[in-house]
């Protein structure tokens, strides 16, 4: 997130936005990061690298914005970025929860989830909402 700021605030102050060869490069950069993230996590049956794996992702969707760089981009921007935090902590913090603190029984794979909803329902709801609104879903 860090990264992003200061590439938005870097392209916002300097003149490079306008520049054909760096708008090119970033939009090459963010679709094979779209494609990439997105094929790697259809494959994942692990968790924690399926989150991994959207979070490379996402940053290619904020990258389009950024290349765009319009007069509501930054808004943008910040909207998305404030969202993706939130919704990431939400689903690292339930696989962590769901997870022993010692490593002895890690709920890494989605098999491990099966039959949640009947043990801990509102837990589960709420992993549902993350995991739905990182793929796009509002």
């Known amino acids: 997130?860090?990264?992003?700021?200061?590439?938005?605030?870097?392209?916002?102050?300097?003149?490079?936005?306008?520049?054909?060869?760096?708008?090119?490069?970033?939009?090459?950069?963010?679709?094979?990061?779209?494609?990439?993230?997105?094929?790697?996590?259809?494959?994942?049956?692990?968790?924690?690298?399926?989150?991994?794996?959207?979070?490379?992702?996402?940053f290619g969707y904020i990258l389009i914005a950024i290349i765009c760089l319009g007069p509501s981009s930054v808004a943008t921007v910040n909207i998305y970025l404030v969202t993706y935090v939130l919704t990431t902590l939400g689903a690292f913090g339930a696989v962590a929860l769901m997870s022993s603190p010692y490593g002895i029984n890690d709920a890494e794979s989605i098999a491990d989830y099966r039959g949640l909803f009947w043990r801990r329902p509102v837990f589960t709801a709420v992993l549902t909402v993350m995991m739905l609104s990182l793929a796009g879903i509002p």
Request: hydrophobic share 60%; net charge positive.
């Open 1 to 58: 997130v860090a990264m992003l700021v200061v590439a938005l605030r870097f392209l916002l102050v300097s003149a490079s936005g306008a520049m054909q060869g760096i708008t090119t490069v970033l939009t090459i950069i963010a679709v094979l990061s779209i494609l990439v993230g997105n094929l790697l996590a259809v494959r994942q049956v692990n968790l924690k690298r399926l989150l991994g794996y959207s979070s490379i992702a996402h």
